[in-house]
């Protein structure tokens, strides 16, 4: 499966940060919502290709729950918004 598909559902979690300007936290998950769906958007990825870019990019940032600050800590929760939605396709197509 094609990684565009989750592109709606990356571009719903991007809607749902408008407007909140200054928020850290909202800052943090709209970064990470931005590079997955730019990740996406590449013809030639699929869903295991994204999966592999969000744990990556957690990953390598070392997010720590314990010491990250309110930016990082929604960075992290943007890319685990993707990854379950991931999961959330998968479930789905399987049950198909």
Avoid: K
């Avoid at 990556?56 to 379950?84: I, K, M, P």
């Amino acid at each position: 499966m094609l990684a565009m598909e989750l592109i709606p559902a990356i571009q719903a979690g991007l809607r749902e940060l408008h407007g909140r300007r200054g928020d850290a936290l909202a800052s943090g998950r709209r970064a990470a919502l931005w590079r997955a769906q730019q990740h996406a958007a590449r013809v030639d990825h699929t869903l295991d290709d994204l999966r592999s870019y969000c744990l990556e990019c957690l990953r390598t940032r070392h997010l720590d729950e314990q010491d990250e600050n309110e930016y990082l800590r929604g960075f992290r929760e943007g890319f685990q918004a993707v990854l379950n939605e991931i999961r959330r396709l998968e479930t789905r197509d399987a049950r198909s």
